[in-house]
């Protein structure tokens, strides 16, 4: 886990002008001189003078345990321009940690000083131990939390062990309804995160898009979560948000394994150079975000961009580095903020592989990680320790994967290569997320206009014969769900099954598929999600356990 450089001294800095209103918790300890602010329920160690952030045990330096010294004169990310540590000052070494009570760690709960959030003390502990950041105060007088720095959620709390998956389960779909069960009965804090992966039947504006609105709409909306960085995706047209871009930027993507990383989990990069190059992001739901995330390449030479909430500029993010790492920036915002601006300031090369926003609190955010063209291989392509490393600090709680189409079109194919490849891919995304639930999506049919000697393949169809290697696609991807005991759903349901089912479809006034017969239009894709939504949610709520 990558650490900050920032000194407590760096965050007194950041306090000027700033007031800071005691208000303790009930039953909270005595205070030492001049200590006002808002402290933990069982906090009982002392204030060092300037500290802002709840100490960790053992921590008796002037600054945070676990900050290291930062690898150039300057701090990598300053709360203001040109906050440097003090020469000759050394790191303490890292505290043993932050027991607690299990009950207080599940319960107790205190506004840090982390942007006025609301989080339980296990979660504080960890982030404070990893990434100790400045904070600093707005143009309006807001205080913004600090950038927190590769910083991982949660992981759930001891009542939620039972709803990891168990590879013995008789409905692969069980773990994730009881986790859907805990959010909607209000039993559970936290968010649950799906993820969609896939060709360009996911990349596209409509498939995802209803299938959130639908999880939303019955177990709660935080936002659309993480997303490819800018425009970066051709024919881009997210849901949730409106993206703009300004100035010259360079796309590339995860489609080829020829293409030169890094990619993270969104499988796209964009970078830039030039100053007053510009990228805004701008929610259009009425409750905007309350987090922002941004997913960066740190290397040496590399340059600064500056971050503006709704018309309040932060400090400028450096990404120069001595040597490359990706980070990802979070930060939790004071209040809920609806649009964001990254401007470059041209002293270097910025390289982005995403950003997002979405809301704190119970409910459901369904991400889609969908490239045109992709096949199973480009999860291959996402630089794997970047993977693990999202994948482990978001855990979601359900991976859909819905290739098949583009492989279909490899005459080379066979049905034992195939199910091999996604064998050992299911594998892979197993070990990286174990307490996720995996569903396989079984590719939907297409076709093409049958050439000299289909045969009897097109008769009948006016000329559409399958593609070439469907059915091998389709009889590897039943196989392996069901060897490998994943959730599965067949979307060739949604147009009969067929080559001649799909063409009828192509005609009349509800028509669900392109002319293409490959994609589908805009209401095929929504009636699909519905039909998915339906399998995800058929023998749900689950029925309770009895304990013995």
Same mark, same amino acid.
């Given at each position: 886990?990558?650490?900050?450089?920032?000194?407590?001294?760096?965050?007194?800095?950041?306090?000027?002008?700033?007031?800071?209103?005691?208000? *303790? *918790?009930?039953?909270?300890?005595?205070?030492?001189?001049?200590?006002?602010? *808002?402290?933990?329920?069982?906090?009982?160690?002392?204030?060092?003078?300037?500290?802002?952030?709840?100490?960790?045990?053992?921590?008796?330096?002037?600054?945070?345990?676990?900050?290291?010294?930062?690898?150039?004169?300057?701090?990598?990310?300053?709360?203001?321009?040109?906050?440097?540590?003090?020469?000759?000052?050394?790191?303490?070494?890292?505290?043993?940690?932050?027991?607690?009570?299990?009950?207080?760690?599940?319960?107790?709960?205190?506004? @840090?000083?982390?942007?006025?959030?609301?989080?339980?003390?296990?979660?504080?502990?960890?982030?404070?131990?990893?990434?100790?950041?400045?904070?600093?105060?707005?143009?309006?007088?807001?205080?913004?939390?600090?950038?927190?720095?590769?910083?991982?959620?949660?992981?759930?709390?001891?009542?939620?062990?039972?709803?990891?998956?168990?590879?013995?389960?008789?409905?692969?779909?069980?773990?994730?309804?009881?986790?859907?069960?805990?959010?909607?009965?209000?039993?559970?804090?936290?968010?649950?995160?799906?993820?969609?992966?896939?060709?360009?039947?996911?990349?596209?504006?409509?498939?995802?898009?209803?299938?959130?609105?639908?999880?939303?709409?019955?177990?709660?909306?935080?936002?659309?979560?993480?997303?490819?960085?800018?425009?970066?995706?051709?024919?881009?047209?997210?849901?949730?948000?409106?993206?703009?871009?300004? +100035?010259?930027?360079?796309?590339?993507?995860?489609?080829?394994?020829?293409?030169?990383?890094?990619?993270?989990?969104?499988?796209?990069?964009?970078?830039?150079?030039?100053?007053?190059?510009?990228?805004?992001?701008?929610?259009?739901?009425?409750?905007?975000?309350?987090?922002?995330?941004?997913?960066?390449?740190?290397?040496?030479?590399?340059?600064?961009?500056?971050?503006?909430?709704?018309?309040?500029?932060?400090? *400028?993010?450096?990404?120069?580095? @001595?040597?490359?790492?990706?980070?990802?920036?979070?930060?939790?915002?004071?209040?809920?903020?609806?649009?964001?601006?990254?401007?470059?300031?041209?002293?270097?090369?910025?390289?982005?592989?995403?950003?997002?926003?979405?809301?704190?609190?119970?409910?459901?955010?369904?991400?889609?990680?969908?490239?045109? +063209?992709?096949?199973?291989?480009?999860?291959?392509?996402?630089?794997?320790?970047?993977?693990?490393?999202?994948?482990?600090?978001?855990?979601?709680?359900?991976?859909?994967?819905?290739?098949?189409?583009?492989?279909?079109?490899?005459?080379?194919?066979?049905?034992?290569?195939?199910?091999?490849?996604?064998?050992?891919?299911?594998?892979?995304?197993?070990?990286?997320?174990?307490?996720?639930?995996?569903?396989?999506?079984?590719?939907?049919?297409?076709?093409?206009?049958?050439?000299?000697?289909? +045969?009897?393949?097109?008769?009948?169809?006016?000329?559409?014969?399958?593609?070439?290697?469907?059915?091998?696609?389709?009889?590897?991807?039943?196989?392996?769900?069901?060897?490998?005991?994943?959730?599965?759903?067949?979307?060739?349901?949604?147009?009969?099954?067929?080559?001649?089912?799909?063409?009828?479809?192509?005609?009349?006034?509800?028509?669900?598929?392109?002319?293409?017969?490959?994609?589908?239009?805009?209401?095929?894709?929504?009636?699909?999600?519905?039909?998915?939504?339906?399998?995800?949610?058929?023998?749900?709520?689950?029925?309770?356990?009895?304990?013995?």
């Amino acid at each position: 886990m990558y650490r900050s450089a920032l000194t407590s001294n760096d965050s007194s800095r950041c306090r000027a002008g700033r007031s800071v209103p005691p208000r *303790p *918790p009930v039953g909270a300890p005595a205070r030492p001189s001049g200590d006002t602010l *808002p402290r933990l329920p069982g906090d009982t160690l002392p204030r060092l003078p300037g500290d802002t952030l709840p100490r960790l045990s053992g921590d008796t330096s002037p600054r945070l345990s676990g900050d290291a010294p930062p690898s150039r004169p300057d701090d990598a990310f300053p709360c203001h321009p040109g906050g440097a540590r003090p020469p000759g000052e050394a790191a303490p070494p890292p505290p043993a940690g932050l027991p607690l009570p299990r009950r207080a760690a599940l319960r107790l709960g205190a506004r @840090a000083a982390l942007g006025g959030a609301l989080t339980t003390r296990a979660a504080l502990g960890a982030t404070l131990a990893a990434t100790p950041l400045a904070a600093c105060t707005g143009a309006a007088g807001l205080h913004f939390g600090p950038w927190l720095v590769n910083a991982a959620d949660p992981p759930p709390p001891p009542d939620e062990a039972e709803l990891i998956p168990v590879a013995t389960q008789a409905d692969p779909l069980a773990p994730l309804h009881a986790q859907l069960a805990a959010v909607e009965r209000g039993r559970t804090p936290r968010e649950l995160r799906l993820l969609v992966f896939g060709d360009s039947h996911t990349a596209g504006p409509y498939f995802v898009a209803r299938l959130r609105e639908l999880l939303q709409g019955r177990f709660g909306a935080l936002g659309p979560g993480r997303l490819p960085p800018g425009r970066a995706p051709r024919y881009y047209r997210p849901a949730l948000v409106e993206v703009g871009q300004e +100035g010259e930027w360079t796309p590339a993507s995860a489609l080829r394994a020829t293409t030169p990383g890094p990619f993270g989990i969104a499988g796209y990069r964009l970078s830039g150079e030039q100053a007053g190059n510009r990228l805004t992001l701008r929610s259009t739901e009425p409750e905007g975000f309350t987090r922002l995330s941004i997913e960066l390449m740190q290397r040496p030479g590399n340059g600064s961009f500056k971050v503006t909430l709704d018309g309040q500029g932060l400090p *400028p993010v450096k990404t120069d580095n @001595a040597a490359p790492r990706p980070v990802e920036l979070s930060r939790l915002l004071p209040a809920a903020f609806r649009e964001v601006t990254l401007e470059l300031t041209g002293d270097g090369p910025v390289e982005l592989l995403g950003w997002g926003v979405e809301r704190q609190g119970r409910g459901v955010i369904v991400e889609g990680h969908g490239i045109i +063209g992709a096949t199973i291989d480009m999860l291959s392509n996402i630089d794997q320790p970047i993977l693990r490393a999202d994948l482990a600090r978001r855990p979601p709680a359900l991976i859909v994967l819905a290739y098949g189409t583009n492989e279909a079109t490899d005459p080379s194919l066979t049905e034992e290569g195939y199910a091999a490849q996604l064998t050992a891919r299911i594998r892979v995304l197993r070990a990286m997320a174990p307490r996720a639930v995996l569903m396989l999506v079984g590719a939907p049919d297409g076709a093409r206009r049958a050439g000299a000697g289909a +045969g009897s393949l097109g008769r009948g169809c006016d000329g559409w014969a399958p593609l070439p290697t469907l059915a091998a696609v389709q009889a590897a991807q039943r196989r392996v769900a069901a060897a490998e005991r994943l959730a599965y759903w067949d979307w060739s349901t949604v147009t009969g099954g067929g080559t001649c089912a799909l063409h009828a479809l192509t005609r009349g006034e509800a028509r669900l598929v392109a002319d293409d017969h490959v994609h589908m239009t805009a209401d095929g894709y929504r009636a699909s999600a519905e039909q998915l939504f339906a399998h995800l949610l058929r023998n749900y709520p689950p029925q309770p356990t009895r304990r013995i």
